[in-house]
């Protein structure tokens, strides 16, 4: 059964700088992994979406790469922004399975 | 307009009355979800849908039921609440063909059950 964590839980930066989170996995074989965006009482906002042939997306500040002999993802975000304070989840989906989510980290970036 | 719209937005219930949350989309995808998010548990799976004559159970069905009414909506009743039902319930879809299973979700119903 795919597990998956992320790691940290919460984290708290000063503004403009470069951080990682990190997407775990315990399933290698994965069809693809996708990066959420969660603010407070909302949906779920789609940030990137990797393909299990691929290493890597990018989408303007954000740059997410899959190593699946590792069973790890990292989020890469640039430049951060207050704006970027959220809760991030990954999600990753097996063949003929449902996708199985992370439990998020929270992200505070400080002005 | 969003492409995947979840009525209504905000429910208070009294524990045993049924209730319906609905789900549409615009995006013509033939996959679609019920999740649900609480606090310290993330988000589970409640039901599925591949397409409208196939539903299937998740890992926490019991005490829900769903319809697939058309390609574009899904319902989610809860027979008779109860409270620890109270949580973030959220409609998602997806495509199998050439949207690489990317998923969509809607804003969300907040539901509490007193």
């Known amino acids: ?111 | 307009d969003a492409d995947v719209t979840q009525t209504p937005r905000n429910r208070i219930t009294k524990t045993g009355k049924r209730i319906m949350l609905e789900c549409s989309q615009t995006k013509g995808h033939d996959r679609m979800y019920w999740y649900r998010q609480d606090p310290g548990l993330g988000l589970r799976l409640i039901y599925y849908s591949f397409d409208v004559k196939d539903i299937n159970k998740g890992e926490i069905s019991d005490g829900y039921s769903v319809s697939r009414q058309a390609q574009a909506k899904f319902s989610l009743s809860l027979e008779s609440a109860i409270p620890n039902q109270t949580a973030l319930y959220f409609c998602a879809t997806s495509d199998s063909g050439s949207g690489g299973e990317k998923l969509f979700f809607g804003s969300g119903t907040q539901l509490s059950v007193l």
């Open chain 1, 1 to 111: 059964k795919q597990e998956v964590t992320q790691i940290p839980a919460a984290l708290s930066v000063p503004e403009g700088e470069n951080l990682v989170l990190n997407c775990s996995f315990t399933d290698s074989a994965i069809y693809n992994l996708q990066w959420f965006r969660q603010d407070p009482g909302k949906g779920l906002t789609s940030l990137l979406l990797i393909q299990s042939s691929q290493r890597e997306q990018t989408s303007g500040r954000l740059n997410a790469s899959l190593d699946k002999s590792s069973g790890r993802s990292t989020l890469y975000i640039a430049a951060s922004q207050p704006g970027d304070s959220a809760t991030y989840l990954c999600a990753v989906l097996n063949y003929g399975q449902n996708f199985v989510f992370g439990p998020g980290t929270r992200l505070s970036v400080l002005p």
